[in-house]
């Protein structure tokens, strides 16, 4: 040890030549892998909620685009819709059902109470109360939309009888709610009307998560406030409340979407659905007319009689082109990625292999010399092994500590341009939303289709990263063994004789 300390004090610049070789290799390496895991989750997830999932949607009356009404699909119609073999998840959305807290209060933020002077307490349809929205896909939809768990845990898909809930952070803050605590709602019921039909029946949940609602919505704090406000429960309570409470047959929703076992599902699915359900029309997200102008979908308006024949027909509206928008390109950063990960690695093992053959070989007469005196074999292979596992180990450090940030950066100077116009089509899309909606509105604009931002998040994978660094430091130590090892075998008069 001793004298591998000397010697690495004695060639100070050689030390800081190998440090800095592989700190470069490291870090390049580290980032793309991180860099990679982050795009490989992103598509992943996309491939989830946008390019396996499809959504039904009830007819409407009017004229779209303008001034209409689409009306909700039956628990009867939704049953029937999700029941296939090919569905894995599902989430039902009722955007005019609310449970009204009962010793609690919903959050407003302060701009929105500006914005909306007045129209909250005359409108009497703009409540904020908790909206109850169903799911029985929890995970998926929450890694589509972007919802984050921050105490306790979700509901898991398909769970019945169970009188559990996840509400929002904002509102739990407000009322000093943590998990475990039980909180009591009334139920409500908007109609097209505009009016409220309230229900004296209470229901009490017993809080099981907490969310935080994701950032994509909070640039407008009308939009931002509805998803703070929202609360998850179990589908079968929901709907035995709602029709016992409210004293209806059926419960309507605004959508629901199933997320499908994987890609090849979707066109089997949509064949399967027309036969059990009337389709008038299977839509994507995104339209794009003659002159190339994109615009959400529009509602499936049905004539008058046979709104009132009941011979209703249902949309179904995928995600295909959304997907090409915002899931294409990471995919493309995916593969190349991949490539950079395959070409780093093989460049750091050539370098191994040729640093460590010049360095053993260029003192191959010093370890001949070490032989002569008697020294042991394994302290001499342990004197090159520390010399040579310093740099590599004080460039690993430095490569980790540095490799967020700098997966970070190029992620983002990789992925940006493509960020700008995603994000483009979306405000294109959306349109502006920024005037005040009412509730069921925010839920038809939501509806329209999932956003997917195309920021990547860059995280310290302990699991695959810390597997890297034992892989890189046995393959090093591999190497340095072999070469040291070849020659240590030799004879040291064989060695001091060789001219070579």
Same mark, same amino acid.
């Given at each position: 040890?001793?004298?591998?300390?000397?010697?690495?004090?004695?060639?100070?610049?050689?030390?800081?030549?190998?440090?800095?070789?592989?700190?470069?290799?490291?870090?390049?390496?580290?980032?793309?892998?991180?860099?990679?895991?982050?795009?490989?989750?992103?598509?992943?997830?996309?491939?989830?909620?946008?390019?396996?999932?499809?959504?039904?949607?009830?007819?409407? %009356?009017?004229?779209?685009?303008?001034?209409?009404?689409?009306?909700?699909?039956?628990?009867?119609?939704?049953?029937?819709?999700?029941?296939?073999?090919?569905?894995?998840?599902?989430?039902?959305?009722?955007?005019?059902?609310?449970?009204?807290?009962?010793?609690?209060?919903?959050?407003?933020?302060?701009?929105?109470?500006?914005?909306?002077?007045?129209?909250?307490?005359?409108?009497?349809? #703009?409540?904020?109360?908790?909206?109850? *929205?169903?799911?029985?896909?929890?995970? *998926?939809?929450?890694?589509?939309?972007?919802?984050?768990?921050?105490?306790?845990?979700?509901?898991?898909?398909?769970?019945?009888?169970?009188?559990?809930?996840?509400?929002? %952070?904002?509102?739990?803050?407000?009322?000093?709610?943590?998990?475990?605590?039980?909180?009591?709602?009334?139920?409500?019921?908007?109609?097209?009307?505009?009016?409220?039909?309230?229900?004296?029946?209470e229901i009490s949940f017993k809080i099981r998560g907490i969310?935080?609602?994701?950032?994509?919505?909070?640039?407008?704090?009308?939009?931002?406030?509805?998803?703070?406000?929202?609360?998850?429960?179990?589908?079968?309570?929901?709907?035995? #409340?709602?029709?016992?409470?409210?004293?209806?047959?059926?419960?309507?929703?605004?959508?629901?979407?199933?997320?499908?076992?994987?890609?090849?599902?979707?066109?089997?699915?949509?064949?399967?659905?027309?036969?059990?359900?009337?389709?008038?029309?299977?839509d994507d997200v995104v339209q794009t007319d003659e002159n190339?102008?994109?615009?959400?979908?529009?509602?499936?308006?049905?004539?008058?009689?046979?709104?009132?024949?009941?011979?209703?027909?249902?949309?179904?509206?995928?995600?295909?082109?959304?997907?090409?928008?915002?899931?294409?390109?990471?995919?493309?950063?995916?593969?190349?990625?991949?490539?950079?990960?395959?070409?780093?690695?093989?460049?750091?093992?050539?370098?191994?292999?040729?640093?460590?053959?010049?360095?053993?070989?260029?003192?191959?007469?010093?370890?001949?010399?070490?032989?002569?005196?008697? %020294?042991?074999?394994?302290?001499?292979?342990?004197?090159?092994? &520390?010399?040579?596992?310093?740099?590599?180990?004080?460039?690993?450090?430095?490569?980790?500590?540095?490799?967020?940030?700098?997966?970070?950066?190029?992620?983002?100077?990789?992925?940006?341009?493509?960020?700008?116009?995603?994000?483009?089509?979306?405000?294109?899309?959306?349109?502006?939303?920024?005037?005040?909606?009412?509730?069921? %509105?925010?839920?038809?604009?939501?509806?329209?289709?999932?956003?997917?931002?195309?920021?990547?998040?860059?995280?310290?994978?302990?699991?695959?990263?810390?597997?890297?660094?034992?892989?890189?430091l046995d393959l090093f130590l591999l190497i340095l063994i072999?070469?040291?090892?070849?020659?240590?075998?030799?004879?040291?008069?064989?060695? &001091?004789?060789?001219?070579?």
């Amino acid at each position: 040890m001793k004298r591998a300390s000397r010697k690495l004090r004695s060639t100070p610049a050689k030390t800081l030549m190998y440090i800095i070789l592989f700190l470069v290799l490291f870090l390049a390496i580290f980032s793309m892998l991180m860099i990679g895991i982050a795009s490989g989750n992103k598509v992943k997830r996309a491939q989830e909620t946008l390019a396996n999932s499809i959504t039904l949607r009830g007819p409407a %009356e009017g004229e779209a685009g303008k001034s209409c009404t689409v009306y909700a699909i039956p628990s009867a119609i939704v049953e029937k819709f999700i029941d296939s073999n090919y569905v894995q998840g599902y989430t039902m959305e009722a955007g005019t059902y609310w449970l009204d807290p009962v010793d609690t209060e919903t959050y407003i933020s302060e701009e929105t109470q500006q914005r909306l002077k007045g129209y909250l307490k005359d409108s009497g349809m #703009y409540t904020m109360t908790a909206v109850g *929205t169903l799911d029985c896909a929890y995970d *998926t939809y929450f890694l589509a939309k972007g919802y984050r768990i921050v105490e306790g845990s979700g509901l898991s898909y398909g769970e019945r009888g169970k009188y559990e809930a996840v509400v929002g %952070e904002k509102y739990a803050e407000k009322n000093h709610l943590h998990v475990g605590d039980t909180v009591k709602y009334k139920m409500e019921q908007g109609t097209i009307e505009y009016y409220k039909v309230s229900a004296p029946e209470e229901i009490s949940f017993k809080i099981r998560g907490i969310y935080r609602t994701p950032e994509v919505y909070q640039s407008d704090s009308v939009v931002n406030d509805w998803h703070n406000n929202l609360i998850f429960i179990p589908l079968d309570i929901f709907c035995e #409340y709602s029709m016992k409470a409210l004293k209806i047959q059926n419960v309507g929703f605004n959508t629901v979407t199933v997320y499908l076992k994987d890609t090849k599902s979707v066109e089997p699915f949509i064949e399967e659905t027309k036969n059990k359900i009337k389709i008038g029309s299977v839509d994507d997200v995104v339209q794009t007319d003659e002159n190339g102008i994109r615009s959400s979908v529009k509602p499936m308006v049905i004539s008058q009689q046979d709104l009132e024949s009941g011979e209703w027909s249902y949309q179904l509206i995928r995600n295909k082109e959304w997907y090409e928008m915002v899931a294409k390109p990471v995919e493309k950063l995916n593969r190349l990625i991949g490539y950079m990960i395959v070409g780093f690695v093989t460049a750091g093992i050539l370098l191994f292999g040729i640093l460590t053959s010049l360095s053993v070989k260029g003192r191959k007469r010093e370890i001949g010399i070490l032989l002569s005196m008697g %020294e042991h074999r394994k302290r001499i292979l342990g004197q090159f092994v &520390l010399e040579n596992l310093v740099p590599v180990l004080i460039a690993l450090v430095f490569a980790a500590l540095c490799a967020t940030p700098t997966a970070e950066y190029f992620a983002n100077r990789m992925i940006s341009n493509q960020a700008e116009k995603v994000e483009q089509e979306n405000e294109d899309l959306s349109g502006n939303i920024k005037n005040a909606l009412p509730t069921s %509105e925010i839920a038809a604009y939501e509806s329209t289709g999932v956003t997917v931002d195309t920021d990547l998040s860059i995280e310290w994978n302990w699991k695959i990263m810390t597997g890297m660094i034992l892989g890189i430091l046995d393959l090093f130590l591999l190497i340095l063994i072999l070469q040291v090892g070849k020659i240590t075998r030799e004879s040291p008069a064989s060695i &001091l004789l060789d001219r070579k």
